[in-house]
């Protein structure tokens, strides 16, 4: 039995890759839509991450009130986009994945290296972003942590890739585009190949690669528009994967979470509810639901805008957070932790920083659109604010710890 060296099983391999897609000018083509696609989900997830948890030296602004919708928005629509531009560029770039020998040089190596990072990183926040959209968590960890982690690290992979590639993929932009003449004959599966004998296949003529490159990108337009609806309501009934619609739950505005699961419905409907103020510098003071509506008014148009992508306007009545701290002799420099009756729970409670708390449009809201709160909107009272993500705008709010 004939032994079949490592250069000849990669030609074998290469042989079964014929199509002349496998070259470096589609690949290349593929490659910038990628760069800038990673890019944008880089940029609007590191934003998404100071606004959930900022860290001690960054103060998250409360205006433009609707950016977090249009980044989020943008996030999750060009993650969706991208799906089809990664399994293209795996497919086309595929049989160089086992061509040999592994590494010419130390460039090479470093550059072959750093695929393991960015091939597996993108596919683990491809996938992992889209199951997290749906809801659906087959997994033990805690999800925003590590996107965010994992993000860092196909990132710095990409940089180490780019920096690799973008002398070559700027030559083969920058040349003509034409088609590959075949290379000599390519031996038989069984014969032994020399080390440096050419996997041969016929280039792509410039239509073939123009139509597989529109193909592409008409898949990840499709996409982007079945996504979209859930923030961009004229698209909304053309977008049959947007997880939420806007217009479409309790009082027109989509829900996560419900009372029921978040076991609050004869706490939030109790009698003798009551909203605690308290804090080292506070005077403490106790408020019924009568007497927050007997403080004055005040009504604001924001939107409930979620991580998952989806957003919805609608127009809040309530208390301004503002002077319900001054009702506890405290003005509003200080920061307010905000805390729901919700007995457990990640989000049980959101921050507030001295900036959010002054802020006019910043609410302890008890009615949407005219009406009372419904109870999966937070009946009897629930934290609204400009420029927030959903699951810091606090439901069934109980207490006010101004720190």
């Known amino acids: 039995m004939s032994r079949t060296s ?21 690949a290349a083509w593929l490659g910038v839509a990628l760069g800038v696609a990673f890019g944008v989900c880089f940029l609007t997830g590191v934003w998404s991450h100071l606004a959930q948890d900022p860290p001690s030296w960054f103060t998250y602004p409360a205006r433009p009130a609707g950016l977090y919708r249009v980044t989020q928005g ?15 560029k795996l497919w086309v770039v595929h049989p160089r994945l086992v061509e040999w020998p592994p590494a010419r040089s130390v460039l090479h190596a470093v550059e072959r290296a750093a695929l393991l990072p960015l091939v597996g990183g993108a596919l683990f926040l491809v996938v992992s972003g889209t199951a997290n959209v749906a809801r659906w968590y087959p997994w033990t960890f805690f999800f925003p942590r590590a996107h965010f982690w994992a993000a860092w690290i196909t990132i710095g992979a990409l940089v180490v890739h780019t920096g690799a590639k973008v002398g070559a993929t700027r030559d083969v932009l920058r040349s003509p585009a034409r088609t590959t003449s075949p290379g000599p004959a390519t031996p038989g599966a069984d014969d032994e190949v020399p080390m440096d004998a050419p996997v041969t296949t016929v280039g792509a003529t410039p239509g073939d690669r123009r139509a597989f490159l529109v193909g592409v990108a008409a898949a990840s337009g499709v996409l982007a528009v079945a996504t979209a609806g859930g ?5 909304d009934r053309f977008s049959v994967l947007a997880q939420r619609r806007p217009g479409v739950g309790p009082q027109g505005l989509p829900v996560n979470k419900t009372a029921v699961g978040a076991r609050v419905v004869e706490l939030a409907r109790s009698p003798d509810y009551r909203l605690v103020i308290e804090g080292e510098r506070a005077e403490r003071c106790e408020l019924t639901l009568a007497d927050l509506r007997a403080q ?35 003005d509003a420099s200080r920061a307010v932790t905000v805390e729901s009756l919700q007995p457990s729970g990640l989000y049980r409670a959101s921050e507030l920083n001295p900036q959010q708390v002054a802020d006019p449009d910043t609410l302890l809201a008890l009615e949407i659109d005219g009406r009372v709160l419904h109870i999966d909107h937070g009946y009897p009272a629930r934290l609204i604010g400009p420029n927030r993500p959903g699951v810091a705008q606090t439901k069934w709010v109980a207490r006010l710890v101004v720190r």
């Open 74 to 88: 943008v996030h999750v629509v060009t993650g969706t986009a991208t799906i089809p531009l990664l399994l293209a």
């Open 6 to 26: 490592p250069a000849a099983l990669a030609t074998s391999v290469g042989r079964r890759y014929r199509s002349g897609l496998h070259e470096t000018r589609t």
């Open 296 to 330: 004055p008014q005040h009504e604001a148009t924001l939107p409930i805008a979620c991580v998952e992508g989806w957003s919805a306007s609608a127009r809040w009545r309530g208390v301004r957070v503002r002077d319900l701290v001054a009702l506890a002799g405290v």
């Open 231 to 235: 923030t961009v309501s004229p698209l």
